[in-house]
Antibody
Framework: QVQLQESGPGLVKPSQTLSLTCTVS??????????WSWIRQPAGKGLEWIGHIYSSGSANYNPSLKSRVTISGDTSKNQFSLKLTSVTAADTAVFYCARVSYHYGYMDVWGKGTTVTVSS | EIVLTQSPGTLSLSPGERATFSCRAS???????LAWYQQKPGQAPRLLIY???SRATGIPDRFSGDGSGTDFTLTISRLEPEDFAVYYC??????????FGQGTKLEIK
């Protein structure tokens, strides 16, 4: 079955760029009908959708983060990535990648999550 | 942006009891695009219900969803010990952002 695994630095300095990768196994990011999404969750708080990418490479972002976020895909490695620029302590969170149904928008496969702390 | 408001914030019940969770949207959401998730500490969310009332693969039939428009409900007919967790609703509307409710914590009474 499809599995997702997040990877990337656990510590990022303020004002720098947070970069994470989600590796997909058991399925291809280039075959639909799915979006591939990033979601984050600050400690003790709720879930926030960051954005997603479709197999075509087109992406949608949360307007609240749009100026700082880029999500891209690498079909040769079957991975998709998140870049979040100019981070502050408020960006400290557990980051999840997830597969999203193209037609119905539900997230049926999730990675285990990776914690990113923004601190000097 | 569609805001989802979940109530109550915390639900205190005993195993064997019935649990009902509410999710109210700030504007109408197509039933096709309303989902529910369960999250246990230290784990990723797990999809329970999609399309407002369809159970995801492997989800026991004690979980059910209902609703339309702006009011949606998740019901657990008879609580098992493993059901105590946080529950989130989520909508996937015609345009971003795709939002989650703030969650309802189900705790053991």
């Amino acid at each position: 079955q499809v599995q997702l695994q997040e990877s990337g630095p656990g510590l990022v300095k303020p004002s720098q760029t947070l970069s994470l990768t989600c590796t997909v196994s058991g399925g291809s990011i280039s075959s639909g009908p799915y979006y591939w999404s990033w979601i984050r969750q600050p400690a003790g708080k709720g879930l926030e959708w960051i954005g997603h990418i479709y197999s075509s490479g087109s992406a949608n972002y949360n307007p609240s983060l749009k100026s700082r976020v880029t999500i891209s895909g690498d079909t040769s490695k079957n991975q998709f990535s998140l870049k979040l620029t100019s981070v502050t302590a408020a960006d400290t969170a557990v980051f999840y990648c997830a597969r999203v149904s193209y037609h119905y928008g539900y997230m049926d496969v999730w990675g285990k999550g990776t914690t990113v702390t923004v601190s000097s | 942006e569609i805001v989802l408001t979940q109530s109550p914030g915390t639900l205190s019940l005993s195993p064997g009891e019935r649990a009902t969770f509410s999710c109210r949207a700030s504007q109408s959401v197509s039933s096709s695009y309303l989902a529910w998730y369960q999250q246990k500490p230290g784990q990723a969310p797990r999809l329970l219900i999609y399309g407002a009332s369809s159970r995801a693969t492997g989800i026991p039939d004690r979980f059910s969803g209902d609703g339309s428009g702006t009011d949606f409900t998740l019901t657990i007919s008879r609580l098992e010990p493993e059901d105590f967790a946080v529950y989130y609703c989520q909508q996937f509307g015609s345009s971003p952002p795709y939002t989650f409710g703030q969650g309802t914590k189900l705790e053991i009474k």
